[in-house]
């Protein structure tokens, strides 16, 4: 079972930029596609963006599309999120996870249960 943990969470303006790394420890010797998923006060946890191992598929939901990339570094078991042009609506807590490549996660990367391990979340916070 891997350790995730999340970092580069923080406040930030309006059209502002961040960007989210999650690092891995722990992981065996499987292929591992990763995701995040974000979460707002009284919502559920939603999809916001995966990528496969080998990091040349990528996979946004609408409401980010164009303005988040995601990638990966296997070198360095990380995995980041690079967010542009930030708005208040993209205020939460923003969670890393990974599961095997198998086809099944990619006919379900959007939804929670193809992912077998997570991080605690970093908060992003975009004031107007």
């Known amino acids: 079972q891997a350790q995730l943990a999340e970092s580069g969470g923080g406040l930030v303006q309006a059209g502002g930029a961040l960007r989210l790394v999650c690092t891995a420890s722990?992981?065996?010797?499987?292929?591992?596609?990763s995701g995040w998923f974000r979460q707002a006060p009284g919502k559920e946890r939603e999809f916001v963006a995966a990528v496969t191992w080998s990091g040349g598929r990528q996979f946004y939901s609408d409401s980010v599309k164009g303005r988040f990339t995601i990638s990966r570094d296997n070198a360095k078991n990380t995995v980041y999120l690079q967010m542009n042009s930030l708005k208040p609506e993209d205020t939460a807590v923003y969670y890393c996870?990974?599961?095997?490549?198998?086809?099944?996660?990619?006919?379900?990367?959007?939804?929670?249960?193809?992912?077998?391990?997570w991080g605690q979340g970093t908060q992003v916070t975009v004031s107007s």
């Open positions: 722990g992981r065996g010797f499987s292929r591992y596609a």
């Open positions: 996870g990974e599961g095997r490549e198998t086809s099944d996660f990619y006919s379900y990367y959007r939804r929670e249960e193809p992912y077998e391990d």
